[in-house]
């Protein structure tokens, strides 16, 4: 069965720190997709990225950087320099590669506060 | 810009009274989903629509229906909204698995509903 575990619930920091937000998850299948999703006080979630499981290449996008670790089932999203806009929760979400549109199973979410 | 649009934003429907929550999309996706998310919990999926299949959640209580009449549109019925069915209603769209990208799932703004 899938799982995503975010074991961080909140986290809060001061700007420009630096932050990291931990995703672990269990799948039996050996190809699956990873995602990452943003959701701001609006409620629109919000694509950051994806990752399929024969990629663990690490990825920047400016501030944002993502760290993909087969060997400890993990996939944690680092901000770097964090402000006060990327005040939101975010979302690690898992999908298998399996015939037809295989469902999204998110973790439970964490809440980042960025302050002043 | 191509996007997922929800109508309305925020709805407030009566114990027991009909609602019915409208998503288009100008992305040309062949899949569509409807998620329900309450307070501080992660998104969970209702059903989606696969073109015109439709596939239900084990877990998801028949006074939830959903329509889809062609590719842009579809909607979540709900047919006597109950106080625990409050919550935040996301519909995302995705294309077919097996193209690059095609199983990200891109997600609507969300409707708010409230039952009185």
């Known amino acids: 069965a899938q799982k995503v575990t975010q074991a961080q619930t909140e986290i809060s920091v001061v700007e420009k720190e630096d932050v990291t937000l931990d995703c672990v998850y269990e799948t039996r299948d050996t190809t699956y997709y990873l995602f990452w999703y943003k959701q701001p006080p609006s409620g629109e979630l919000v694509f950051l990225i994806r990752?399929?499981?024969?990629?663990?290449q690490n990825e920047i996008s400016g501030r944002y950087s993502w760290n993909f670790q087969k060997s400890t089932s993990s996939f944690n999203f680092t901000i770097t320099a964090s402000q006060v806009v990327d005040s939101a929760v975010y979302f690690c979400?898992?999908?298998?590669?399996?015939?037809?549109?295989?469902?999204?199973?998110f973790g439970k979410g964490t809440r980042l506060s960025v302050i002043a | 810009d191509a996007m997922v649009i929800q109508n309305p934003r925020y709805q407030v429907t009566q114990f027991g009274k009909p609602v019915t929550l409208s998503c288009s999309q100008t992305?040309?996706?062949?899949?569509m989903y409807w998620y329900q998310q309450k307070s501080s919990q992660a998104p969970k999926l209702l059903f989606h629509?696969?073109?015109?299949?439709?596939?239900n959640e084990a877990d998801t209580p028949d006074n939830f229906q959903s329509r889809r009449p062609n590719t842009s549109f579809c909607f979540l019925d709900i047919r006597s909204p109950g106080l625990g069915d409050a919550a935040m209603y996301l519909c995302?769209?995705?294309?077919?698995?097996?193209?690059?990208?095609?199983?990200?799932?891109?997600f609507g703004p969300g409707t708010r509903l409230t039952v009185l």
């Open positions: 990752r399929n499981s024969f990629d663990e």
């Open positions: 629509y696969y073109d015109k299949d439709f596939n």
């Open positions: 979400a898992l999908s298998e590669l399996k015939a037809g549109n295989t469902p999204l199973v």
């Open positions: 992305l040309n996706h062949n899949v």
């Open positions: 995302a769209t995705s294309r077919v698995r097996g193209v690059p990208g095609g199983d990200t799932q891109y």
